[in-house]
């Protein structure tokens, strides 16, 4: 734990929106170790600016949902997060209920893929400015069996990649072991049999290659999944890849990049607030990135849930 003793000496050249001390959680192992670089830049924008602020590190999964729940029964008004989706997944989950906390993003991860759906930027200094001169919005979550998430959860292709980035990271940094791993999982991909229900309603039957329930608009560290998903409209944006043979797949792969696999014929794309997911043998759920649940699954809305700072 770290305090601030430079802010009275470093007065803004505007007065700052946040209010009171802010309690920074930093998860030091974010995008491969760059975060604290990063968190340092941000740090001294801050300090000129004369936000009072106490830094927390994480130091295992899920400190970051601790230090957050810890922070708000102290009184904290304002957290603000560095590091990648996982990390900010974490302190998300705690604020739940907590009408009265905003959340400051310092998009520090490999992906950041929820922070750029708000156009939250990336550069240390720029989330840093926004940080201290922002306005808060309310912006929805999501809830997959239970689990919160921010961005997206997903069964089926996005999490054999994930399976296979993990032992991509040894040695490598940035986004080269998520490309290794889209190609590991193009030669492994699996058929899902999948019955799916929107909002209660008729159920469909089908045998798929992805499932993804979307808040944000990207997965995988940029890829364009559901490019009209908006993380303050009260709805999940549905994407569902019909099972398709190799070559198929590798011509509908790319356009995901951009957002252009929407209107083609092996994808189904639809809005709900609820989904009900069952397969035919037991899969594994990824949500933000993380394999944490399994089918079946239930996945839920949570409308207007925290409050964010951004643009």
Known sequence: MSFNETAAKNPAPHETKRRGECTIISNPCAGS???????????????????????????????????ALEAIESGAET?????????????????????????????????????????????????????????????????????????????????????????????????LPYALGIID?????????????????ETLELDTLLITLCNGKRFGGGMLVAPDASADDGLIDVMIVKWIGFFKMIVLLPLFLKGGHIGKKPVIHCRARSIRVETQYENTVETDGELIERTPLLCEILPAAINVVRP
Do not use: W
């Open 185 to 201: 999982a193009l030669f492994t991909r699996k058929k899902i049999r999948a019955r799916i229900s929107i909002d209660g309603g």
């Open 33 to 67: 170790g760059q975060c604290e670089v990063s968190l340092e830049a941000a740090l001294r924008r801050f300090d000129a600016a004369g936000l009072r602020y106490r830094v927390l590190r994480t130091e295992r999964p899920y400190h970051a949902t601790q230090l």
């Open 79 to 175: 957290l603000i997060v560095a590091g990648g989706d996982g990390t900010l997944r974490e302190v998300a989950s705690a604020l739940v209920g907590k009408a009265g906390v905003e959340v400051c993003i310092l998009p520090f991860g490999t992906g950041n893929d929820f922070a750029s759906a708000l156009d939250i930027p990336a550069d240390p200094l720029e989330a840093a400015e926004l940080a201290l001169y922002g306005e808060a919005k309310k912006c929805d979550l999501a809830r997959a069996n239970g689990t919160v998430y921010t961005n997206v959860c997903g069964l089926g292709f996005d999490v054999e990649v994930l399976k296979r980035v993990e032992k991509h990271k040894k040695g490598r940094k940035g986004m």
